[in-house]
């Protein structure tokens, strides 16, 4: 199925599901968050992060964001808050590398409630904000509509489609089938049960699907007799990545029935499931979003590497082309790929890498192709 139908027809699914109230909280996350990705066994980027040591306003400061001198930033969360340790804090992280870099005033706003998408994107829009990063699919049909509105403010909206008509907004979409599917790799060859498990956010979000489809076709083909445990959260967007407690239910239900590696993928949600998986002895687990390493250290015990988004650097790379006149508008393509094995290095064989070789260059050519669910 075409990746951008499915992104559309999903908008469709949750168009009635929008805007709530706001709830900021008093810090920015403080976790040093250099991270660096590996492709197989070479590092091919690294995520740059600033390590914040001063609190961050919890309402929009008075400043002259009007002034020609004045570069002012804002982001909108979604209900995942600023420091779920993956998507939100690396969205952030991005904005915060542009504060360092261009000198940029910059602010967030904590979405707890999904009623009130629009009125937190306006507290930037009404106060002459430059650049508003909007953060996660749900907040789609907010920006676009504040677009509308303020066409002269540029928006990023990360996880979202954007048509190549609207020249103010661009989309920040990864491939999240191919990460999912190296991490699916990882996973079919470690495992000794032949059973591996995922513990998912919400289905409604397609960048979640994406990630469950890439992770069991991986594990597929590399391991044919592999046995996928897939479970997404029961409740809605306002619930299903801010739930630990039910990551480390679900987690632990899987590792009953055999499964020996883990992947959490859904905001805190999926790191209820990377911790509970450390608590047991001799199993494996997989990040998301960004290097879990650097963020969940109590996952350490077990997180072998992490299907990443490079958001920090494409946050920045679209504050930059911004700045420079060349802001494309419509959608645009993030990189993707494992993080580090970190501590676990020396338990990646041979086998494995080449395997992993393999996928990476087979997923390049198209060769490998993660079929999506038919709507």
């Known amino acids: 199925m075409n990746k951008k139908l499915f992104v559309v027809l999903s908008i469709l699914v949750i168009g009635s599901m929008f805007f709530a109230a706001c709830a900021p909280k008093t810090e920015a996350p403080t976790e040093e968050m250099t991270e660096e990705v590996v492709e197989t066994e070479e590092v091919v980027e690294t995520e740059e992060v600033v390590e914040t040591e001063e609190v961050v306003e919890t309402e929009v400061e008075e400043v002259d964001c009007a002034s020609d001198d004045t570069l002012c930033i804002g982001l909108v969360t979604d209900v995942g808050e600023i420091d779920d340790k993956s998507f939100n804090q690396s969205s952030w992280e991005g904005v915060l590398l542009a504060e360092e870099e261009f000198g940029a005033i910059v602010n967030y706003v904590e979405t707890s409630d999904a009623k009130d998408y629009m009125s937190n994107i306006e507290l930037f829009a009404g106060a002459n904000y430059d650049i508003i990063v909007t953060v996660g699919f749900a907040l789609g049909e907010a920006t676009l509509e504040a677009a509308q509105l303020y066409p002269d403010i540029d928006f990023i909206g990360v996880d979202q489609f954007v048509d190549a008509s609207v020249t103010n907004v661009t989309g920040l979409i990864f491939e999240e089938d191919k990460s999912g599917f190296l991490a699916g790799v990882l996973a079919g060859m470690l495992t000794v049960t032949d059973t591996v498990a995922a513990v998912l956010g919400t289905d409604l979000i397609p960048a979640v699907v994406l990630f469950k489809e890439g992770y069991e076709a991986g594990a597929a083909w590399a391991n044919p007799d592999v046995n996928v445990i897939s479970t997404y ?28 590696v883990i992947f959490g993928a859904g905001g805190k949600t999926g790191n209820g499931a990377l911790i509970e998986t450390a608590g047991h002895d001799g199993l494996y687990c997989v990040g998301v979003d960004s290097d879990q390493w650097l963020t969940v250290p109590e996952a350490h015990p077990c997180l072998v590497s992490s299907a990443m988004k490079l958001i920090t650097p494409a946050v920045l790379d679209l504050i930059s082309m911004s700045l420079d006149g060349e802001f494309p508008g419509g959608t645009y393509y993030g ?21 992993l070789d393999e996928a990476k260059q087979g997923l390049e050519d198209g060769s490998i192709e993660v079929e999506l669910p038919e709507e």
């Open 335 to 355: 990189e993707v790929g494992l993080a580090p094995f970190h501590d676990f290095e020396d338990e990646i064989g041979q086998d494995i890498l080449d395997k």
């Open 233 to 260: 959260h029961p409740g809605g967007l306002d619930v299903a990545f801010t739930d630990p407690e039910w990551g480390a239910t679900t987690a632990a239900q899987a590792i009953e029935n055999g499964a020996d």
